[in-house]
C-alpha cells in the first residue's frame, strides 16, 4: 500500500513539486507573497497554520548554532513558529553549510528541534549541544 499524505505549506515550489503525486493532498497557506522566496507570509498565514495540526513538520532554516535555529529572512521565523506550534514532531532540514550560522530572527531553541536531518554531523560544540537537548540527527 502506498502512503498517502496531506502537506501543508508556504511554499509554493513546494505545493507545485508535492501536487505531483497522486497521493499527496496539497494545503497551501494564504498570505503576503515573497517573489524571491516563492513563498507566503504574515498574520493570514500563520492564522491559516494555526487550524491544523501534524504528525510531523519539515522545516528549513538559515542557520543553527548553539543559540538555536534562526532565519534571515523577515516573517520566515513567525510561520515556522507557527506550524511548530500544531506539530507533534518537529524535524529540521538543515544543510551543513549553516551549521555554526546565527541569523537575526529566532525560530527554535535547540530544546525545542526534536530531529536534525543533515548530509553530516555537525561538529563541537554544536554537535555537544544537540546531544545535551536529546536532538535525534540523520545523515541523509
Known sequence: AETRVTAITN???VAMM???????TVRLAPGTYMPREVAVIGTE????LSGFHADA????AAGISEAGVTEAIEGFGDVKRAM????RSPRFLIDASKFGQTHLMHVAGID????LVSYRRPEPPLSRKLQECGVQVLVS
Do not use: H, V
Not at 57 to 60: D, R, T
Not at 84 to 87: K, P, T, V
Open 84 to 87: 511548530m506550534r500544531q506539530c
Open 112 to 115: 525545542e528541534i526534536g530531529t
Open 45 to 48: 498565514t500563520c492564522d491559516y
Open 11 to 13: 511554499s509554493l515550489q
Open 18 to 24: 508535492l501536487g505531483q503525486s497522486p497521493n499527496a
Open 57 to 60: 513538520c519539515f522545516i528549513g
